[in-house]
């Protein structure tokens, strides 16, 4: 089983739904992240979790959510999606144990979502 | 405001040939710098690690260098094989909280 594991992998979704993409992680890390990748354009930042009581925005979080039910679980949500959402996003996590600044990050596989 | 790039055409090589990718940076000064692989639908996979105090760094067929003056890395892999067809995304970073910023990524083909 996949270390970090993002669902739903595929989405299809109407202008103006809610949407929730969740992430679990095994690895015991602290820190999750959520990405966006567009073409061209690379990883931006949307969201990051230290820990269960930390929420920061990144770069790029207007028109998101998101919640850490858990040190294992960080769920990223769109409440009203709109086309330009329509992306790949990649949830990922690091270890706040391992020696800094030396944090490797950890991918999920991604959930493509197609905003019509 | 800060700044990564990479070079967005794929680069095209013969297996065998020493593949080079370059990422520069511009209004940063990173501390260190990830490089990551990404394969087509999938995650991008950490190769690499390099600090701002280390010239060269190497595993296996992989190098990497940083050059901080330049405000460049380069990224290269000798005797390049089919296997090594990626993006490869490079990802300065200038503070220990770990927001890797994130380049474009350059596309390698390798030809048999």
């Known amino acids: 089983d996949a270390d970090v594991t993002q669902t739903p992998r595929n989405r299809i979704t109407k202008t103006g739904k809610r949407i929730m993409l969740e992430c679990s992680q095994t690895?015991?890390?602290?820190?999750m992240y959520w990405y966006r990748q567009d073409p061209g354009l690379g990883l931006r930042l949307i969201y990051y979790s230290f820990d269960v009581k930390d929420i920061n925005k990144g770069e790029i979080s207007d028109g998101y959510s998101v919640s850490r039910q858990a040190q294992a679980k960080f769920s990223l949500s769109l409440e009203s999606a709109i086309p330009n959402q329509t992306a790949l996003y990649f949830c990922?996590?690091?270890?706040?144990?391992?020696?800094?600044?030396?944090?490797?990050?950890?991918f999920g596989e991604g959930s493509r979502l197609t905003v019509l | 405001s800060q700044k990564i790039e990479q070079n967005s055409e794929a680069l095209n090589i013969q297996e065998g040939k020493t593949a080079t990718l370059t990422c520069n940076y511009t209004n940063y000064s990173p501390a260190y710098l990830q490089w990551y692989r990404q394969d087509p639908g999938r995650g991008p996979v950490f190769l690499l690690l390099?600090?701002?105090?280390?010239k060269e760094k190497r595993k296996e067929r992989l190098k990497v260098t940083f050059d901080t003056t330049l405000k460049q890395s380069l990224f290269h892999i000798t005797a390049s094989q089919p296997a090594d067809s990626a993006t490869y995304l490079c990802a300065p970073s200038n503070n220990a909280g770990n927001m890797l910023t994130f380049g474009g990524g350059t596309r390698l083909m390798v030809k048999p």
């Open positions: 990922a996590t690091s270890d706040l144990h391992s020696g800094a600044p030396f944090r490797e990050l950890f």
């Open positions: 690895k015991g890390h602290d820190r």
């Open positions: 390099i600090r701002e105090n280390e």
